[in-house]
């Protein structure tokens, strides 16, 4: 039997390892909190930058901006030079219209020079109308193209399905009519009025030269065209220009000759005769459906352009099938193919039209004038592509 003071030496020891034991116990549990705390503090530091990282990536951001900016303002500077370049050039030759360049998607020159009425003293702007002449068959080929494309006719359909009466017409397609290579001899254009059904008599009457697939141009061909737009779509062929084209293409300066005085700023047209400029005859237009009746700005030509070029009017097939020269005179359907451009031309009596854009469609150059012969515009055209080029 254990003595008074032996069980008092045992109750302390058991007090003191139950002290030991709760000391361990804390110390352990004080090492895991601090593990706890030391990991997930160390995920935190992963996953935010520091001081140092941030300062290095906003100076990183900053150095990008100031980058870009210093690049937009290099380009901006070039597009104000070529700008003074170009006014400066069309100026020197005496250019009388409306030039309209885009670079890049830039506009480098949109403005008037010149007058568009010299008795009143009111000068060409970026909104003066023009007749644009044979530029306008490349309207007349998107319709055709957008119809074949609907399934209302074929390129490669014999005219005669359209017209049983017209002149080897079995022989002849629609491709020979927009390519200019239908061997007919066309309408000799008088000065009254006419209608649609008495011209396409006049032109079969005519008769042909030769077989089809010889270029020999002719303003008939698109003439033709024009009235089996209006036979086949159920429109006229203004409606159906103004619906499918100029409204999609937002073209709210174009339009048909009747209504040409009705736009704010109507250009008239001059001829050079000895030196000065005289307003020649315009016969009734009329005698051009289809190839020679449609007016608009600069604006509205480009906006044509950049419509085609940006598909909006027809698909990357027609595309293609326009700007394949049909012939070996290079042109196309509405347009003349050269090795990096293309482009048309349109000549009325007062007006000279030239429209043209680069292949990658990142240039185009529109030159509207109204002095019929004051400058050969296939050279001027050529020069502001130098001039856009030089650096």
Same mark, same amino acid.
């Given at each position: 039997?254990?003595?008074?003071?032996?069980?008092?030496?045992?109750?302390?020891?058991?007090?003191? #390892?139950?002290?030991?034991?709760?000391?361990?116990?804390?110390?352990?549990?004080?090492?895991?909190?601090?593990?706890?705390?030391?990991?997930?503090?160390?995920?935190?530091?992963?996953?935010?930058?520091?001081?140092?990282?941030?300062?290095?990536?906003?100076?990183?951001?900053?150095?990008?901006?100031?980058?870009?900016?210093?690049?937009?303002?290099?380009?901006?500077?070039?597009?104000?030079?070529?700008?003074?370049?170009?006014?400066?050039?069309?100026?020197?030759?005496?250019?009388?219209?409306? !030039?309209?360049?885009?670079?890049?998607?830039?506009?480098?020159?949109?403005?008037?020079?010149?007058?568009?009425?010299?008795?009143?003293?009111?000068?060409?702007?970026?909104?003066?109308?023009?007749?644009?002449?044979?530029?306008?068959?490349?309207?007349?080929?998107?319709?055709?193209?957008?119809?074949?494309?609907?399934?209302?006719?074929?390129?490669?359909?014999?005219?005669?399905?359209?017209?049983?009466?017209?002149?080897?017409?079995?022989?002849?397609?629609?491709?020979?009519?927009?390519?200019?290579?239908?061997?007919?001899?066309?309408?000799?254009?008088?000065?009254?009025?006419?209608?649609?059904?008495? #011209?396409?008599?006049?032109?079969?009457?005519?008769?042909?030269?030769?077989?089809?697939?010889?270029?020999?141009?002719?303003?008939?061909?698109?003439?033709? #065209?024009?009235?089996?737009?209006?036979?086949?779509?159920?429109?006229?062929?203004?409606?159906?220009?103004?619906?499918?084209?100029?409204?999609?293409?937002?073209?709210?300066?174009?339009?048909?000759?009747?209504?040409?005085?009705?736009?704010?700023?109507?250009?008239?047209?001059?001829?050079?005769?000895?030196?000065?400029?005289?307003?020649?005859?315009?016969?009734?237009?009329?005698?051009?459906?289809? !190839?020679?009746?449609?007016?608009?700005?600069?604006?509205?030509?480009?906006?044509?352009?950049?419509?085609?070029?940006?598909?909006?009017?027809?698909?990357?097939?027609?595309?293609?099938?326009?700007?394949?020269?049909?012939?070996?005179?290079?042109?196309?359907?509405?347009?003349?193919?050269?090795?990096?451009?293309?482009?048309?031309?349109?000549?009325?009596?007062?007006?000279?039209?030239?429209?043209?854009?680069?292949?990658?469609?990142?240039?185009?150059?529109?030159? #509207?004038?109204?002095?019929?012969?004051?400058?050969?515009?296939?050279?001027?055209?050529?020069?502001?592509?130098?001039?856009?080029?030089?650096?």
């Amino acid at each position: 039997m254990t003595s008074p003071a032996s069980r008092r030496t045992a109750k302390r020891r058991r007090r003191k #390892l139950n002290k030991r034991g709760k000391l361990l116990l804390g110390f352990l549990a004080a090492m895991i909190c601090f593990t706890i705390w030391n990991a997930l503090h160390r995920d935190s530091e992963g996953n935010e930058p520091s001081q140092e990282t941030a300062a290095a990536s906003d100076s990183g951001q900053k150095k990008e901006v100031k980058k870009k900016t210093a690049k937009k303002t290099e380009e901006q500077i070039k597009t104000v030079d070529r700008n003074q370049k170009i006014s400066h050039y069309l100026n020197e030759i005496g250019f009388s219209g409306t !030039a309209m360049i885009v670079r890049n998607g830039e506009i480098v020159t949109h403005k008037g020079f010149g007058y568009a009425d010299r008795k009143h003293h009111i000068p060409n702007n970026p909104l003066t109308s023009f007749y644009v002449g044979s530029s306008q068959k490349a309207l007349i080929a998107t319709a055709i193209l957008q119809l074949e494309e609907k399934g209302k006719l074929q390129t490669s359909d014999p005219v005669s399905a359209y017209l049983p009466q017209f002149p080897n017409g079995q022989t002849i397609t629609l491709k020979n009519l927009l390519t200019h290579t239908s061997g007919i001899h066309g309408h000799v254009e008088g000065n009254g009025a006419i209608t649609p059904d008495d #011209l396409i008599k006049d032109i079969e009457r005519q008769g042909i030269k030769r077989q089809p697939g010889v270029w020999d141009y002719q303003d008939s061909n698109y003439s033709v #065209l024009a009235y089996i737009v209006a036979e086949v779509s159920g429109e006229s062929y203004e409606q159906y220009i103004t619906n499918h084209i100029f409204k999609p293409a937002k073209m709210t300066h174009a339009g048909f000759y009747k209504t040409y005085h009705k736009e704010p700023y109507p250009a008239v047209g001059y001829k050079l005769k000895g030196g000065k400029p005289i307003t020649p005859y315009m016969p009734d237009l009329s005698q051009l459906y289809g !190839a020679g009746d449609i007016y608009m700005s600069a604006s509205d030509m480009y906006k044509f352009d950049q419509a085609l070029i940006d598909g909006k009017l027809y698909s990357q097939k027609s595309y293609k099938k326009m700007f394949t020269p049909g012939s070996s005179s290079t042109y196309g359907m509405g347009f003349y193919i050269a090795s990096g451009s293309y482009s048309n031309h349109g000549v009325m009596p007062g007006f000279n039209i030239l429209n043209s854009f680069s292949k990658s469609g990142q240039t185009i150059v529109i030159l #509207l004038s109204n002095i019929q012969n004051n400058a050969k515009l296939g050279q001027v055209n050529n020069k502001i592509y130098q001039l856009l080029n030089q650096e």
